[in-house]
C-alpha cells in the first residue's frame, strides 16, 4: 500500500469514526481498515474478563462471538505480557492455537496482535489481524506500527466499549445483591464485585467488633476465621487513620503484618485498602484487595475512585446489619419484658420465661427444627404467658388451690394472650400467638382451650408445654413449694404420650445435662438475665 493511500485510508478512518455512536459499527471499522491497511484476510477484537479469567469477542470475522481462556494461544499471550506479537508462521509456534481453525476451517498462516488498554493503563483487550495477502506475505514492523496507530485512535472508544461492560457487570452483581436476603451473603457478592472491578487476586471485609480487634466477614482463600488488632497492617492503618492505602511492596513496609501470609502459604504483592464509612461518617472497617492481576501487579491511585463506591455498598450494608441487630435485640428485650410482666403479677420470676426460652430451644434443636424457626422460638416462648396480664388478682395470686369457676377463668389466659398477639404481621408475634394458645394443649387432647391432640398441636405449643411445666414444677409459686428435681423427672415420664410428646420427653432426658445447665446459670439469684 503507497504512503499516500495509507495516509489517505487513515485520514478516511478518523472522519468516520468520528461521526460513529454505535460500539459495534466502530468495531466493524477498526477491523476494516486496519485490515486494509496491513492488507489482510481477517481480523478479531478481544476483550478481557477479569473474573473468569477469559477473554472474547464481540466481533470476528468469519466465526461467532467466542470466548477462551485468557492464558490461551498467542492473544492470551500477549495480553499477559502487555507486549504486541508478530507470528510470521503460526504452525511453527507451539502457542498458537488452532482449536479456531479446526472449528472453522480457517487456516492461519500469520498474524499480529496489539493489546489496547484503558485510560488506568490497564490491558483490556487486544486487536489481532489474520494472514496478510492471504498469508503469501509477512507482517512487519511496519505493520505493527500502522496498526497501533488505527488502534489509538479508536482507543478512547475501545475504552468505553470495555467500560460498557463493566458497568454491566456492576448491574448484575447489584442485580445478584439486591435478590439476597442473608446479610453474608450480601457481604460475600460484593467482595467478588470488588475482586472483579479491581482486578484482584483476593478480597477481604474487615469488620470492627467492641474488642479493639478486625475481623474478616468476607476473606477469599481463608478458611479459618480471622481476628487481627484494630491497628494491625495496612488494613489496620486504613482504619486508624480514616484514609485509604495503596502498597505495592508490602514486604518492604513497616506497615504490613506478615503472620496471615506466614499460616497461609500465600504471598501478599501489593494491597490496596479503604476505610468503611457510616452514613454518619463512623469507620466501621475496612475493605481490602490483594495482588493486582495484571503484568504490572501494582494498584493505581486510579483504583480508589472503583473502590469508593463497593466499599460504600459494603459499608452500607454493615450500617444495616448493624441497626437491624439493634432492632431485633429491642425487640428480645421488649417481648422478654412483656412476658416477664405477665409473670410478675403472678409474683414469678423474669428468669422463669428466659428459662423456659433456653429449654425450648435445646428441644427444638435436638427435634431437628431449622436454626431459624430456633431462633424464633427462643424469641417467641417468653409471651406463653401474657394472657394472664388479664386474669384477676385475686385468682391469679390465691395461695390456694383455685375453684372449679376460677379455673376457668385462669384457662382464659391462654385465649387472651393470642387475642393480644394475633393479627400481627411479625413472625416472631406470630409465633408468639401460637404458644400463647397452645401451650396448656395435651398430647392426648386433654388439654385446654381446644383440647387439640398429637401432632395437630403447634411444635411450638408441644415444646413450650413441656419447658413451661418442667420450670414451674421446680419454681416456688404462691400456690406450692418447688418440687424435688427426682419428683419432676417421675411427672415427665408418667406424662409423656398423655401431656407431652413422647418425642419431646426422650429428648429431654437425652439431654438433661444442658437443661440443667441452663437451670442453674439462669436460676433467680442471678437476677434479670438481660443486664448488662
Not at 477498526?30 to 485490515?35: D, E, N, P, Q, T
Not at 463512623?282 to 503484568?295: D, E, P, T, W
Not at 398477639?421 to 394458645?437: D, F, N, Q, V
Request: aromatic residues 8%.
Amino acid at each position: 500500500m503507497q504512503t499516500d493511500d495509507i495516509l489517505d485510508s487513515l485520514l478516511t478512518f478518523s472522519e468516520e469514526i468520528a461521526e460513529i455512536n454505535d460500539y459495534m459499527l466502530l468495531e466493524e471499522k477498526l477491523l476494516f481498515y486496519a485490515k486494509k491497511l496491513v492488507g489482510a484476510d481477517r481480523g478479531t477484537v478481544w476483550y478481557c474478563d477479569d473474573r473468569q479469567k477469559t477473554i472474547y469477542t464481540h466481533l470476528a470475522d468469519g466465526i461467532d462471538q467466542l470466548t477462551i481462556p485468557m492464558n490461551t494461544g498467542l492473544v492470551g499471550t500477549a495480553i499477559q505480557t502487555e507486549e504486541s506479537i508478530i507470528c510470521n508462521d503460526v504452525s511453527k509456534n507451539p502457542k498458537h492455537y488452532s482449536a479456531i481453525d479446526l472449528k472453522t476451517g480457517y487456516k492461519t498462516k500469520n498474524t499480529i496482535i496489539i493489546p489496547f488498554k484503558n485510560a488506568a493503563n490497564e490491558i483490556i483487550g487486544a486487536l489481532q489481524i489474520l494472514n496478510k495477502d492471504n498469508g503469501k506475505s509477512d507482517f512487519c514492523q511496519t505493520d505493527l506500527r500502522l496498526l497501533n496507530l488505527a488502534v489509538s485512535i479508536v482507543g478512547a472508544t475501545l475504552n468505553t466499549i470495555f467500560l460498557n461492560f463493566q458497568i454491566n457487570k456492576i448491574f448484575e452483581y447489584v442485580a445478584s445483591v439486591a435478590d439476597e436476603g442473608d446479610v453474608n451473603s450480601i457481604l460475600a457478592r460484593l467482595a467478588d464485585m470488588g475482586k472483579d472491578i479491581l482486578r484482584a487476586e483476593r478480597t477481604t471485609i474487615w469488620l470492627a467488633d467492641n474488642n479493639k480487634t478486625l475481623s474478616a466477614k468476607v476473606a477469599q482463600g481463608i478458611q479459618n476465621k480471622v481476628s487481627i488488632p484494630f491497628d494491625s497492617g495496612l488494613v489496620g492503618h486504613s482504619y486508624i487513620t480514616g484514609e485509604p492505602v495503596i502498597c505495592n511492596d508490602p514486604y518492604n513496609d513497616s506497615r504490613f503484618n506478615q503472620e496471615i501470609d506466614k499460616q497461609t502459604g500465600f504471598i501478599t504483592k501489593s494491597v490496596i485498602a479503604m476505610p468503611l464509612r457510616t452514613s454518619d461518617g463512623r469507620v466501621v472497617g475496612a475493605f481490602q484487595c490483594v495482588n493486582k492481576i495484571g503484568r504490572s501487579g501494582k494498584f493505581e491511585e486510579a483504583d480508589f475512585l472503583r473502590m469508593k463506591m463497593i466499599a460504600s455498598y459494603i459499608a452500607k450494608t454493615a450500617e444495616l446489619n448493624e441497626l437491624t441487630k439493634e432492632i431485633e435485640n429491642t425487640q428480645k428485650e421488649l417481648i422478654f419484658r412483656l412476658g416477664a410482666a405477665g409473670e410478675t403479677r403472678s409474683k414469678e420470676t423474669g428468669n422463669h420465661v428466659k428459662r423456659v426460652a433456653e429449654y425450648s430451644a435445646i428441644l427444638a434443636k435436638y427435634y431437628g427444627l431449622d436454626k431459624e424457626s430456633i431462633e424464633t422460638l427462643l424469641i417467641a416462648s417468653p409471651m406463653h404467658d401474657i394472657g394472664k396480664i388479664a386474669i384477676p388478682d385475686e385468682i391469679l395470686n390465691k395461695p390456694g388451690k383455685l375453684t372449679a369457676t376460677e379455673f376457668d377463668i385462669m384457662k382464659k389466659h391462654a385465649e387472651f394472650g393470642h387475642e393480644i398477639l394475633a393479627g400481627s404481621s411479625r413472625e416472631i408475634l406470630k409465633t408468639s400467638a401460637i404458644i400463647a394458645l397452645q401451650h396448656h394443649e395435651k398430647w392426648d387432647g386433654s388439654g385446654y382451650p381446644s383440647r387439640l391432640e398429637g401432632e395437630n398441636i403447634h411444635i411450638f405449643g408441644r415444646i413450650t408445654a413441656l419447658a413451661d411445666v418442667f420450670d414451674a414444677l421446680g419454681s416456688d409459686r404462691c400456690y406450692k413449694k418447688a418440687w424435688q428435681l427426682e419428683q419432676i423427672y417421675e411427672l415427665i415420664n408418667e406424662q409423656s404420650g398423655k401431656h407431652f410428646d413422647p418425642t419431646l420427653v426422650e429428648i429431654f432426658f437425652k439431654h438433661l445435662d444442658e437443661i440443667l445447665e441452663i437451670r442453674h446459670h439462669l436460676s433467680d439469684e442471678f437476677g434479670h438475665p438481660y443486664a448488662s
